[in-house]
């Protein structure tokens, strides 16, 4: 693997970081800025719509830009809105910064990782898809908490001012080592990658991305007051099961990277199936120590396995799209992790507990389940006459059997 998609992860590593580490500070930022709390709360909203709307927009504006020079004007603009939030004594200032930090990560996943998926080479997207997911949940596993310790002992601006210094590593390697345009040079055409963006296939594959993340974020969101009201562990013991959840995550990852490319299914059937099970067999045994330790871990594992899998499949059903194929998998990803917390808080205020996220959860990954199936079933009663270039016969095996079809 060149060592320039590692240099990606850890500039996806820094965004995550920044994504996910207010969560730690957003009391200081209030009391230092003269704010409400839930106005504080405000900018991790504000971050969360900007990476929805900013991977399609951000990618469709730099499309017609090599791929080096996209990368660095998202990665340098990143950085210096995070200066420029270190600096501010403004919220609105700190606000927008955070809108422009959203926009200017989006545009870069979603342009890493087609450029990763390409640098690896055609039978390697799933490794080059783990490097860069596996720094978003090296954030949640040191990125949030060093954030936080950053945070107390110097204040959050400091914080961000580590966001920045992360950043910069990966700005020299993009420099050196990704071309500053394709081999064929080939100007990427809008309408067409967006007409191949709506093959049944690949919409509903990002379907499958979507509601998988949202089961993911819906659950760990909330599973600070789950192990606390429910599992009776005091508040010391959140941080840990937050990086409990990140080790699991890293570990998906991983697994997910090395079987996404060949044989996918071999991992997304049984995987998607254990991991329902596993949100209701948690919800079960929330107050049960021993059990929450290890689900933990192996939702967190089994959550980010099939995730990732499934857009790494995306990139390949994308394979006629693909300067907007990243940007479209990353929208579905924060579509879910978006949603997902709502239905999960909208089951809490329901009156039904801290444990109902994870049968919202649950039933989440069934209707990725039941949208495959459905999807499945039309496929097979397609002739293959009827059926147009978006999905051939070879196409038609690979999901059957697991092959890639590229």
Known sequence: M????????????????????????????????????????????????GMI????????????????????????????????????????????????????????????????????????????????????????VAGVPAGAVLGQAWGWRAAFWAVAAVSAPAVLAILRSVPAAPPDAA??????????LRRPRLLVTLSLGALVNGATF??????????????????????????????????GVTIGGRVSDERPMRLLVPGGLALAAGWLLLMATADAPAWVFALVFVQGALSFAVGSTLIT????????????GGSFATAALNVGAAVGPVLGGAAIGAGLGYRSPLWVSALLVALAFATAGAALAVRRRRSPAARDDSGDLRDLRASRGGESPS
């Open 2 to 49: 060149p060592i320039v998609i590692y240099m990606l992860g850890l500039a996806v590593f820094a965004q995550g970081t920044s994504e996910f580490m207010l969560s730690g500070l957003i009391p200081e930022i209030a009391g230092d800025l003269g704010v409400s709390v839930p106005a504080a709360g405000t900018l991790t909203s504000a971050f969360a719509v």
């Open 187 to 196: 100007v990427p055409d809008a309408r067409r990658e967006l007409r191949a």
């Open 313 to 324: 499949r995306a990139l390949y059903e994308a394979v006629e799209a693909p300067s907007l």
């Open 53 to 140: 709307v900013g991977a399609p927009l951000m990618a469709v504006l730099s499309l017609r830009w090599p791929r080096r020079r996209a990368l660095l004007v998202f990665l340098v603009a990143f950085t210096l809105v995070h200066v420029a939030g270190a600096l501010t004594a403004d919220f609105g200032v700190l606000l927008a910064t955070r809108v422009v930090a959203a926009l200017a990560n989006a545009g870069f996943l979603a342009v890493g990782l087609a450029t990763a998926a390409g640098l690896a080479g055609p039978a390697a997207k799933g490794r080059a898809t783990a490097v860069l997911l596996g720094g978003v949940t090296l954030a949640c």
């Open 218 to 251: 819906c659950a760990f969101t909330y599973l600070a007051p789950l192990v606390t009201d429910v599992g009776g562990f005091g508040p010391g013991w959140v941080p840990v099961f937050l990086a409990l959840f990140g080790l699991g995550s890293f570990a």
